[in-house]
């Protein structure tokens, strides 16, 4: 762990947890986000994004830092606010953007749209619209690696507003009984899509505080550090590769945008915004690496890096074409069609 | 009579009866400071305060339980769901809770509620936002099931749901939402279980629901231009109770019957009405009843492919022609 | 309260807060759902319970002190496992029996079945027999006592298994957050069908020891104790009543026969009923009075009493005629009728 | 050749299935050590172990979530939901989650799992513990949806939904689990989507799923006896996939088509078969076809009145007799 010192200008970096390879990986994986998802936004201003989309600017420490955490093998289950988690994992800025603008280079060709992406190869086993679904899926998938004994981890990303709807109670128990090898990530970012969730909620600390109904530990994390959330993620995984069961992490953090493309965001109290940006995790992170005796333009070189593969992601997607007819009747069935008849 | 938008006329419907009576309460997700996802409850919560609208958390089966438990003991309850792909998650309660609590009390229990849901497709959501899930419904034994396609009609059915001492499920169509259409002034109350005939014609009787409405409509002029064939367009509205009367009279006067559904293909609406109508008018037809529906997939999310799985006018009118030779 | 003395003969009887009127009402209540059980037991075993059914034998205590503390104007939610808490409201052994055996004199007619007693005119809104429905539906009925200011309280009963649903979540959650006047009531009588629920419980006690995960007290109470219970639930109800919300309590205790008639029950280890006979409410409840100085006749009058309603209501149930066809078709819709079509 | 009950024919083919792969894991409510509420399921804890062979809470949707997690990740999971009529509970993963996941993700997610369900009225046991809910499931694009009659279709049809590699919906009837049939030795793998034709006949089509297959043959034993009436039987078995050419080819023989169903009755599978039927072979048919269903409302609990609901034999006879003007 790095050394508080009174300068926190020069730092022991070979003694550090983390080390530099890998906060470097953290920094990259947060720009790659941002500047994806910054991205998006413009795109839906040229009207070149269609359907929904919701971003996770200002939240991208969490999806980051789980990403780099996971070992190929893991398995990420996201929500409809999945392009930051699918991303993480390492999936090609082009082929998210090409869903969220429902082409043919997209990664379900159009199919699916932006709020169910999905790489399998990637580990991404899905994005899900519906709250709270994919708590209990996301149980199966670590019943699957518990039984065959392969040592991976399930890693389940929702918001405080799930804590609510009881499939989260139904898996959270589920997975403490049979010690299943999952780890439920709460991103609290303080609303639901436009209600401020302590309004809706009996506690403080929608997911933590009810950890223990699960016979769990308490977790709070703060969520726009990456470190922080790096640390708890590797201990979580570790737990659950040890064979001693779940765990469920609240990470606090803020959306920065809207709730969706459609939301002005008219909800929040004055300065709230202000306030949590003065937190943005990239910001925050740079200064971070910038005390660990990191130069400015390794940073800048990778924002640089990122910028230039996202514009020729762009480029890619709209030049690509829209998906075919022709997939309109495929993969409904495992024989490849859609015939419910003879 | 003043224009309104479709989604306007659900926030004056419900303000309609809120006003009228005491006992009538609103809730859901977002609905009250935010005024709902679809802007369709923008004003009540000014208009009647935080008691009688309110923000819930995100449960629906806390939602539409709370809901029945306020029916069954006084209160005249609008829930809300946001998408009716929501339906889902507390289907427990549409299915075995509000439609069979009287019977299996010999008539003790009563459940007058309203559910309001987002239906349909059209917005590019994809497959778990976009279904359009009134057959789920109409499947189920107790149920009302209504869908209105104007804002007219939207103000006068929800007023009549409200006002109905069953539960009644009251499906919007997103698609629908910022449809504008002349709504008289004052109070509007329709009757639940009535369709409308919105075209005459002798050709072929062609029903249609909610979003489907405006297409077989739009089908209808095509016909009659370009092809010479008259269709009656009926907007069946109501799907429980279901006025047969006014559907078997049309068939026997045009001998012929299409249904347009947004649905997909097994099971909807439309397999039971040609089922009702051969049983009944078998000798009265001159040729099969033809279902036009969504195919039997789940919904793509990409503008392109959405566009060509829903019935459209153009589908519509090369059914009909070709069904009648012409 | 009592004073405990060693000879625990004598006690100052006035000085009890619960009094020999009540205490005398609590012993009547558990004599009848046990009478009235053990009849519905005999006549299965004669063929003339129809379909299922659940008793409650050896959890009288429970459902006795609830319906002894609830006023006219509350409400009760109950299970299929749900005789005890409707008798317990003083509806009719006879109208109980005969929905039991399917006749026409039965509370429904025959159209609910013993699953889904209810009692409008006794404040009993019905018996549910999906596991957790009730529990939501309970909140609406407690969200009508409190907007409509009438200090009614809405109290729903379950059972250990129930606490691992969904629907538990929710309804705890919602009725934290907005004050609901209902009393949640689980009776952990340690099994759910037929399986032990510490086998699939995260947490030693179902409901108390997730109370805090709604922002409630914990409270588990001797559900073999009709003092105990009884206690308990005034004091729910008197925070229900002044508007403080409301309350989750865990009552422990034991069924004596199967889940339903259909179980013999062969999963219960060795002796375990035994011990648990041996708590028998019912005569621990008799000890209690004998102790409080109420002579032996008192009860054994109650009993008798009691056991010449229960034969009476029997004999009428048998002479009782079965539903007659034209009732299918009625009630379907609030018109009377089931007409979904013109 | 062995006689075996339709209950013991369930763990048969479930252990079958284990016995062959490892990956085929099982769990629910009371399965394991109890054997399942209808001890459908006795012995298979003590071949597989409780690895394989597991209870679970009362959280059905965890269990249909899990399962369908674990069919994603490559095992093969059979989870029961006791009652059909609990689906309500899971609804999502049965209608949004199961049978979307392989489409939205363009063939990406695979979803080769069985939920098995003890379906249908006849135990008494009211509304809420009565259904028949196979049309729920037909209704939804995606899933593949058994309701076998027998024992020996009971082992072959469950094995063939276990190596089916999308999800099955496989409805057991509670009303057969007593019934005996013989059962070949050996291992059995029937074909989903296949119906069978259980006796011919050129008078009539007369369709039939589960505990109506058996009336339905009743009721065609007396219409030949009674009434020189040769109805030709056929038990559909399987919803999803349809077997419309053996369907569609005894009408051609027989020209007329009368359906029983044991669900309520708007919107049933007879309903969609009916449609079909109308719009396919509208010409071949000498009278309209005709549905024989419960009626639609919630089912009564009491002995007397359930008999009074579903189709009996006497029903059906009458109903085809009528109808067929002898
Ligand atoms: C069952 C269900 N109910 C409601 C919705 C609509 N909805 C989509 S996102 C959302 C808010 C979710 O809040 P939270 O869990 O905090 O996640 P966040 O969006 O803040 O990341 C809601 C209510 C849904 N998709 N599914
Ligand atoms: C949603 C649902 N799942 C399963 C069942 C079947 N079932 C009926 S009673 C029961 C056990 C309930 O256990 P518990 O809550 O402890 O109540 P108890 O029967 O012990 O009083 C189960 C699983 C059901 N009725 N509803
Ligand atoms: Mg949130
Ligand atoms: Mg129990």
Known sequence: ?342 | MAELTYRDAVARGIAQEMARDDDVIFFGEDVAKAGGVFKATVGLLDQFGPIRVRDTPISEQAILGAAMGAAMTGLKPIAEIMFSDFLAVCWDYVANEFPKSRYMTNGQVKCPLVVRTGNGAGSRFGAQHSQSVENWCMMIPGLKVVAPSSPADVVGLLAAAVRDPDPVIFFEHKSLYAVKGEVPDGEIVDTLGTAKILRPGKDATVLALALMVPRALAAAETLAAEHGIEVEVVDVRSLVPLDMQTILGSVGRTHRLFTVEENPRLCGWGAEIVSIAVEEAFYDMDGPPVRITTPHIPLPAADALEDMVLPTPARIVETIRRSLGS
């Not at chain 1, 190929?72 to 082009?94: M, N």
């Not at chain 1, 690696?145 to 709807?165: L, R, S």
């Not at chain 1, 200064?287 to 070189?301: D, P």
Request: net charge negative; aromatic share 8%.
């Open chain 1, 1 to 342: 762990m790095a050394k508080k010192t009174a300068e926190a200008t020069v730092l022991d970096r070979s003694n550090d947890d983390i080390g530099e390879a890998v906060r470097l990986e953290l920094y990259r994986k947060q720009q790659v986000i941002r500047q994806a998802e910054q991205r998006a936004y413009d795109l839906f201003l040229q009207n070149l994004v269609k359907g929904t989309s919701h971003l996770s600017l200002g939240q991208e420490a969490i999806a980051a830092a789980f990403g780099t955490a996971m070992r190929p093998g893991d398995l990420s289950f996201c929500t409809y606010r999945g392009h930051a988690h699918t991303l993480a994992r390492g999936v090609s800025v082009e082929s998210v953007l090409g869903e969220l603008m429902q082409r043919d280079n997209g990664l379900m060709r159009g199919k699916g749209g932006s709020m169910h992406l999905t790489s399998v190869e990637h580990g991404v086993m899905g994005s899900y619209a519906i709250i709270g679904a994919h708590l209990p899926i996301a149980c199966g998938a670590a019943l699957t690696a518990q039984y065959k004994g392969t040592g991976d981890v399930a890693v389940c990303f929702f918001g405080d507003g799930t804590t609510n709807i009881g499939a989260f109670h139904e898996a959270l128990n589920f997975a403490a009984i049979w010690k299943l090898p999952v780890v439920f990530v709460c991103e609290n970012n303080l609303y639901m899509e436009y209600t401020a969730i302590h309004e809706v909620t009996a506690v403080k600390h929608p997911a933590a505080d009810r950890a223990a109904a699960y016979g769990l530990e308490r977790i709070v994390v703060d969520g726009n550090d990456a470190d922080a959330v790096y640390r708890t993620a590797q201990a979580a995984f570790a737990k659950a590769r040890a064979g001693d069961g779940p765990s469920l992490i609240e990470c606090l953090t803020y959306r920065h945008s809207g709730h969706s493309r459609a939301d002005p965001a008219k909800y929040r109290p004055e300065g709230e915004l202000e306030r949590w940006k003065e937190r943005d995790p990239i910001k925050v992170y740079r200064e971070r690496l910038k005390s660990f005796g990191i130069a400015e333009s390794v940073m800048t070189s990778i924002d640089q890096e990122v910028a230039r593969m996202v514009d020729a992601a762009t480029e890619a997607c709209k030049a690509a074409p829209m998906p075919p007819e022709d997939i309109l009747f495929t993969d409904v069935y495992a024989d490849g069609g859609w015939a419910w008849r003879n």
